[in-house]
Each structure stands twice: as structure tokens, then as C-alpha cells.
């Protein structure tokens, strides 16, 4: 009886060792995908400022650009962890590329308004040897105005990006087909801006008589011209588009992957834009004249108080303002 009993304590004995073996690599397991420094050296990467992504492409790269520009005002290197679709979208060099883990323990800066430049978010009190995180949205090419050079030489379309859209404007073009032909690019963003909560906050959507005085301004200036809108293909969307935007110097470009849709807003001649950080982008790739909404914001709301108070700021010189 007693040999029995020894032999099913050895037998439990085994499964509870097993049992503690399995338990133990879990807990290891688990520190090691929450907290990856633990089991990292943290000293061996200094002085970087990562870029924390989140939001649209638009806002990915205000958060490059701007965290880049603020790097280098700091003697800093800007350092990414490859989560972002940007590293899709443009041939972005790989020397900033480093492991999750730095970001991850870096010290944390915020910015006080997301459509505005602030010194502080510049000249915040940095230690040597640490690491920070931008967590901010640094919506101002002020941010990027000393570096704006490097900024465009890195936001440079991949190779396959470019080829679908030098084809799509090729296709949409081609009715057009004449020479010297004004090719201008017109970004209507309307979807999300819609909904009750971004209304609330104080967003205002591009009018269709915003719309009618911005192709006029075109079409006064420039013979041959061709209007190429890009918006997003919901059914609504297209609907409202398509009543307030006509004219036979008017096409749609078809349902595009995002980046292709913005290299393609690039490479046109001018642009107009209505309201968000895509739109925004095109145009500056774009560098050619560029008519942007200047009511994106209802007087006195919470939206209105993320911008400087002329909003200057945000759009970039020498853009023209309408509503
Ligand atoms: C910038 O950083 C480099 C290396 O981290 C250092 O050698 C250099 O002295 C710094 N320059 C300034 C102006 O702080
Ligand atoms: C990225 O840029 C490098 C250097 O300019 C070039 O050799 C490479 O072909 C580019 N890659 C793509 C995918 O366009
Ligand atoms: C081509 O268009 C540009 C811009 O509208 C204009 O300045 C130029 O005179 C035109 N050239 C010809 C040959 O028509
Ligand atoms: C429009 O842009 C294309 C590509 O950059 C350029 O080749 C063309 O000359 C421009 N057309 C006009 C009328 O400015
Ligand atoms: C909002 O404020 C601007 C500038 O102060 C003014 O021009 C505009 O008329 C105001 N809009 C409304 C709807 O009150
Ligand atoms: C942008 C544009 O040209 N919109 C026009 C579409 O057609 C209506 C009715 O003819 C005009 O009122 C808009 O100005």
C-alpha cells in the first residue's frame, strides 16, 4: 500500500514541477511582450526622440516630419519602431529604425495644442542619455520649417506607388489629351467630419459654394484644365460630391489604396483642399498653388482653441484661404 502511494505522490510531485515550469515561462512570456526592457539594456541607444504613431497617413506624417525637425533643433536622433504605414507608402531611410523596446521606456513630452506650434514642445527640459517620446499630434510646419528639405527628400513615394499613380492620372487624363493641360487635384474629405461628436468639437465641412469659388479661381487662371476629385467611396459621399462638383472639366478618380491616392494628389499641377491632415499632405507634395478651406473650425469651440489664434500655424505660407 505505501509503495502505491509513494508512487502516486512521485507522479504528483512531477505534474506540480510541470506545472510551476509552465506557469513560470507564462509569467516570462507575458513581462516579456508588456515590458521588453526588462530584459534590455536601455543605455546602448541615447539622446533619441521616437515619434509615437497614431490617426490617419496624413497625421503619421505630421508626426514624422515635426518629431524629425524637433530632433535635429535638439541634437537629437529621431528614432522609429517600423509601425507606421509610412515605411509602406515612402522610401524612408532605415538608420532610425530601432527596437520597440527604447520607445517603449523613453520618457514621455505631450505638446499643448495639436494644430499649433509651441516652443515647449521644442525646447522641453531633456536629461542626456534619455530617451523621449513625442506623444502629440504637432500639427505645424513650423515644427519642420528649418529641415523642410530633408522632410521632402524622405517623403519620397515608393517606386510601385508612383507607377499606379503616374497611370491612374495618365487614364483620367487621357479624354483631356492635350497639350499643356493644368492638371488640378481636388480633395473632398467628408465621411468621418460628419459625425455628431466631430460636429460637436467644432469641425465644419467644406461648402459647396466653398467648392464653386475654388474652381473658379482655377478655371479663371488656366485653359486647358481638368479637375481630378478624390474622395472617400461611400455612397453619400460620392452623391454630395457629384451634385456640387461639375463641369466637363470634371473626373473621379476611382477607389485607390491611400498612398497611391496621395502621390497621385502630388503630382498634380495645383490643389484644393477641404479640411484634414490628407489633404493637407497632397498639397504640400504637390508645391504648386493650393486653395485650402479657412471655416474648418466653428468661432469659439474646442476645435477652434487647438489652433493659433490666425491659424497660420497650420496652413502653410503662401496657401490661399477660402470659404
Ligand atoms: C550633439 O550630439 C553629439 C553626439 O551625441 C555631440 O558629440 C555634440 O557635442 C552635440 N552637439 C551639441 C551642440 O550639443
Ligand atoms: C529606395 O531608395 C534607394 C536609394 O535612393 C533606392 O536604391 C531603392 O531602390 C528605393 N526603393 C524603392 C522600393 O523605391
Ligand atoms: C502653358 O501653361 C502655362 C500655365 O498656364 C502658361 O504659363 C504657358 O504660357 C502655357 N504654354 C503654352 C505654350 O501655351
Ligand atoms: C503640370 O505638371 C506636370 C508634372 O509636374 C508638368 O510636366 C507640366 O508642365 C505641368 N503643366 C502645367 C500647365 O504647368
Ligand atoms: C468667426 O470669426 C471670424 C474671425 O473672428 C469671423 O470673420 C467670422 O465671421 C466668424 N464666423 C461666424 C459664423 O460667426
Ligand atoms: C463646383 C461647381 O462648379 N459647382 C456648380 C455645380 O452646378 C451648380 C448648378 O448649376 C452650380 O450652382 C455650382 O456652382
Not at 536601455?42 to 509615437?52: A, H, K, P, S
Request: net charge positive.
Amino acid at each position: 500500500c505505501s509503495a502505491v502511494m509513494r508512487r502516486i505522490m512521485k507522479t504528483d510531485f512531477l505534474l506540480f514541477a510541470l506545472f510551476l515550469s509552465v506557469i513560470t515561462n507564462a509569467v516570462f512570456f507575458y513581462i516579456y511582450l508588456r515590458r521588453p526592457h526588462v530584459f534590455y539594456p536601455v543605455q546602448t541607444e541615447e539622446n533619441r526622440l521616437c515619434v509615437y504613431f497614431r490617426g490617419g497617413l496624413g497625421n503619421h506624417m505630421f508626426q514624422y516630419a515635426s518629431t524629425y525637425g524637433i530632433a535635429r533643433a535638439r541634437n537629437m536622433t529621431v528614432g522609429i519602431t517600423p509601425a507606421s504605414e509610412l515605411f509602406n507608402t515612402f522610401n524612408i531611410s532605415s538608420q532610425f529604425l530601432m527596437g520597440k523596446q527604447f520607445c517603449d521606456t523613453a520618457e514621455k513630452v505631450v505638446e499643448r495644442k495639436p494644430c499649433a506650434y509651441d516652443k515647449g514642445s521644442v525646447h522641453f527640459i531633456r536629461k542626456e542619455k534619455v530617451n523621449y517620446i513625442h506623444k502629440s499630434y504637432l500639427q505645424s510646419w513650423k515644427y519642420f520649417e528649418d529641415v523642410e528639405d530633408e522632410v521632402r527628400e524622405q517623403f519620397v513615394f515608393m517606386g510601385d506607388v508612383q507607377d499606379k499613380a503616374h497611370e491612374l492620372i495618365k487614364s483620367l487624363t487621357k479624354p483631356f489629351a492635350s497639350k499643356n493641360l493644368t492638371i488640378i487635384a481636388v480633395h473632398i474629405r467628408r465621411g468621418d467630419y460628419k459625425n455628431e461628436r466631430n460636429v460637436k468639437y467644432g469641425y465644419n465641412l467644406a461648402t459647396g459654394e466653398y467648392l464653386s469659388r475654388a474652381f473658379k479661381y482655377f478655371r479663371d487662371r488656366y485653359d486647358p484644365i481638368v479637375f481630378i476629385v478624390f474622395t472617400n467611396p461611400n455612397v453619400e459621399d460620392l452623391k454630395w460630391c457629384k451634385y456640387h462638383v461639375n463641369g466637363s472639366d470634371v473626373v473621379f478618380a476611382p477607389e485607390n489604396p491611400r498612398e497611391v491616392d496621395m502621390c497621385a494628389i502630388s503630382m498634380c499641377n495645383h490643389t484644393i483642399m477641404t479640411v484634414g491632415s490628407f489633404g493637407w499632405w497632397g498639397s504640400f507634395l504637390a508645391k504648386g498653388t493650393t486653395i485650402y478651406f479657412s471655416d474648418v473650425a466653428q468661432n469659439n469651440s474646442n476645435l477652434r482653441k487647438d489652433f493659433s489664434f490666425d491659424m497660420s500655424d497650420y496652413f502653410y505660407p503662401g496657401w490661399i484661404g477660402l470659404r
